[in-house]
């Protein structure tokens, strides 16, 4: 099967491979009518693939592989930190599939511009009620058309945000963030699982997000710390402090998502790193290691530069 | 002549790499222990 229109932005018209290790999802893929191959049987990346680990072993995989094949585009999508089920990874591929990446990346372009050229900004559209200031000298993570025309590897939530990351809690955060947003969904990430975290974290995340899914919610957020998550006037803080570990309740990213291809076809339901390049903005807080990162997602909301 | 303002993008950025990850669960694999 040739790869979809929109994917030859990054391939061309060339052969694309998908790769993983579950066998399971490979025999979808197959039935799609998708080329495949198992991780553990390559010496070699293939020239064009998007890699699926449903393990931290296929994952560094990957990146051996990579280091060993001189000519690559690879995107590469972390399944095992967000939901290792071949139903998730399927939602993932098709909506990466049916994805605009010439469109997403100008985007991208556009939205670096306005970040780079001003300092405040107001969040509008969809409910929200919300200001953020970057920081002098701040600078996005962002992908444009010229970072992928050669060779690449490249994690597929990279293809649709600009986004400030707080890293190191003892340096300052890039941005400054105040107001409401509503919230349409969220996803939950924890690297490995930690000891020091409370038990049955995974089971109450996995209902808040279904929760959310289905009546939305209402983030309240004060210089960087989020004062309140709502669900039908319920407040749900406590257990987003207790999930987000040592970092609690501050802001760790603030992103604009670029995505439009997805708005009609997205389920907040799964655990789906495809669903934080919507279109909007997503705020996070937590690191993924010493805590749960949980990104919150707004859909639709505009960010203007205020003068 | 004609003056024309050119307004050059401002397109400073980080670019995802093995040095530079930000938050994609890519750096998360190749750093795990």
């Given at each position: 099967?040739?790869?979809?229109?929109?994917?030859?932005?990054?391939?061309?018209?060339?052969?694309?491979?998908?790769?993983?290790?579950?066998?399971?999802?490979?025999?979808?893929?197959?039935?799609?009518?998708?080329?495949?191959?198992?991780?553990?049987?390559?010496?070699?990346?293939?020239?064009?693939?998007?890699?699926?680990?449903?393990?931290?072993?296929?994952?560094?995989?990957?990146?051996?592989?990579?280091?060993?094949?001189?000519?690559?585009?690879?995107?590469?999508?972390?399944?095992?930190?967000?939901?290792?089920?071949?139903?998730?990874?399927?939602?993932?591929?098709?909506?990466?599939?049916?994805?605009?990446?010439?469109?997403?990346?100008?985007?991208?372009?556009?939205?670096?511009?306005?970040?780079?050229?001003?300092?405040?900004?107001?969040?509008?559209?969809?409910?929200?009620?919300?200001?953020?200031?970057?920081?002098?000298?701040?600078?996005?993570?962002?992908?444009?058309?010229?970072?992928?025309?050669?060779?690449?590897?490249?994690?597929?939530?990279?293809?649709?945000?600009?986004?400030?990351?707080?890293?190191?809690?003892?340096?300052?955060?890039?941005?400054?963030?105040?107001?409401?947003?509503?919230?349409?969904?969220?996803?939950?990430?924890?690297?490995?699982?930690?000891?020091?975290?409370?038990?049955?974290?995974?089971?109450?995340?996995?209902?808040?997000?279904?929760r959310?899914?289905?009546e939305g919610g209402l983030l309240s957020?004060?210089?960087?710390?989020?004062?309140s998550l709502k669900i039908n006037n319920e407040e749900h803080i406590?257990?987003?402090?207790?999930?987000?570990?040592?970092?609690?309740?501050?802001?760790?990213?603030?992103?604009?998502?670029?995505?439009?291809?997805?708005?009609?076809?997205?389920?907040?339901?799964?655990?789906?790193?495809?669903?934080?390049?919507?279109?909007?903005?997503?705020?996070?807080?937590?690191?993924?290691?010493?805590?749960?990162?949980?990104?919150?997602?707004?859909?639709?909301?505009?960010?203007?530069?205020?003068? | 002549?004609?003056?024309?303002?050119?307004?050059?993008?401002?397109?400073?950025?980080?670019?995802?790499?093995?040095?530079?990850?930000?938050?994609?669960?890519?750096?998360?694999?190749?750093?795990?222990?």
């Amino acid at each position: 099967m040739s790869p979809p229109n929109m994917i030859s932005t990054l391939f061309g018209h060339e052969k694309l491979s998908i790769i993983a290790d579950s066998e399971d999802f490979l025999r979808e893929c197959a039935l799609l009518g998708l080329n495949t191959a198992n991780i553990s049987k390559l010496k070699k990346s293939p020239k064009n693939s998007i890699v699926f680990s449903f393990s931290n072993d296929a994952a560094k995989m990957t990146f051996e592989l990579a280091k060993n094949t001189e000519s690559k585009k690879s995107i590469f999508c972390a399944t095992q930190v967000f939901e290792p089920s071949v139903t998730a990874a399927l939602y993932s591929l098709k909506l990466l599939l049916s994805c605009n990446f010439e469109h997403a990346l100008c985007t991208q372009r556009s939205v670096l511009n306005m970040l780079n050229s001003n300092e405040l900004f107001l969040l509008s559209g969809n409910g929200a009620d919300a200001q953020v200031s970057v920081f002098p000298h701040a600078q996005p993570y962002a992908l444009l058309a010229e970072d992928v025309s050669h060779d690449f590897v490249q994690s597929v939530a990279e293809f649709f945000e600009v986004h400030y990351a707080h890293m190191n809690p003892q340096e300052p955060c890039p941005f400054s963030f105040s107001g409401t947003l509503k919230i349409a969904g969220i996803l939950t990430v924890l690297r490995k699982p930690n000891p020091l975290l409370p038990e049955g974290l995974k089971t109450s995340l996995k209902w808040l997000s279904d929760r959310i899914a289905k009546e939305g919610g209402l983030l309240s957020i004060k210089d960087n710390t989020i004062t309140s998550l709502k669900i039908n006037n319920e407040e749900h803080i406590k257990l987003l402090d207790l999930a987000a570990g040592f970092r609690g309740l501050k802001l760790t990213e603030f992103a604009i998502g670029v995505n439009d291809a997805i708005a009609l076809k997205i389920d907040y339901k799964i655990n789906s790193q495809m669903n934080e390049g919507i279109s909007g903005v997503h705020l996070a807080i937590g690191d993924g290691s010493s805590g749960y990162h949980i990104d919150f997602l707004s859909p639709s909301v505009n960010v203007n530069p205020i003068h | 002549m004609k003056n024309e303002k050119v307004v050059k993008e401002k397109l400073n950025r980080i670019t995802s790499g093995p040095d530079n990850f930000g938050w994609a669960p890519l750096a998360w694999a190749h750093t795990e222990e």
